[in-house]
């Protein structure tokens, strides 16, 4: 299995093989938690306008998402896991729900295009998603960290593509240094400064757990939408 890890979204356009696209801060660990929450599925969209035509045609669904990680008017609520779960479970069990993120949704659109394969990946579902791979053991693995609005690298990212690439047996990594790089850098302490209220300081409490969840993500094209499914196991 030849693994490599690349970034933002020239690595997202260069993925081949299986295509892990990885956002710790915030998309790919709010995925997660929907699913585990009883949503049925989630609908990525590059665009606010394609989520909400898409609510205008069905207005079961649940539009959540950011631009510049700010919550977007006519969502239900911005890209925040801690917003997420201050919910009652009953408000997603058996919906649809629409992402649209400025970083991790982007790229896995563009590594759908050129991809065998295409799954989420942070922190949180780290394990299980290294486990898929490996039961399925692709000839190539890209892991491409999405970093800041497709522009710069971000700690939280870099150090979760190698952790996964650690866990596929081909990589070192130190959790120590993960954290500290992390924790210091401003893609944390804009969360932990607590002056913004699109930046919670409970997220990053959140989206630095690791193996939480048992099952992967996998993103796919069903007829004119690009659908996230969990992969249980």
């Not at 997420?84 to 400025?102: C, D, H, N, W, Y």
């Not at 700690?155 to 650690?166: K, L, N």
């Not at 924790?183 to 630095?208: A, N, S, W």
């Amino acid at each position: 299995m030849n693994v490599t890890c690349t970034s933002l979204l020239v690595g997202a356009q260069e993925a081949r093989g299986t295509a892990v696209t990885v956002d710790v801060f915030r998309a790919f660990t709010c995925s997660p938690m929907l699913f585990s929450l009883g949503i049925k599925g989630s609908i990525l969209v590059a665009t606010p306008e394609e989520a909400l035509a898409l609510k205008h045609r069905d207005p079961n669904l649940i539009l959540i998402g950011e631009v510049g990680g700010a919550p977007i008017e006519g969502f239900d609520m911005g890209n925040s896991p801690s917003q997420i779960l201050a919910m009652e479970p009953r408000f997603f069990e058996g919906k649809m729900v629409v992402q649209r993120t400025s970083a991790g949704v982007q790229g896995a659109l563009a590594s759908l295009d050129v991809a065998d394969e295409v799954l989420l990946g942070s922190y949180v579902l780290a394990k299980a998603t290294a486990r898929h791979i490996m039961a399925r053991s692709p000839q190539r693995v890209s892991i491409v960290a999405m970093g800041v609005q497709l522009k710069e690298k971000a700690p939280e990212d870099e150090w979760c593509a190698r952790y996964i690439a650690h866990l596929l047996g081909t990589m070192d990594y130190d959790h120590n240094q993960a954290l500290r790089e992390i924790l210091f850098h401003e893609t944390t302490q804009k969360f932990l400064r607590g002056d913004k209220t699109q930046f919670p300081p409970e997220d990053p409490i959140l989206c630095l757990q690791r193996d939480i969840y048992d099952f992967s993500l996998r993103v796919s094209r069903e007829q004119e939408l690009v659908v996230v499914r969990k992969v249980q196991g």
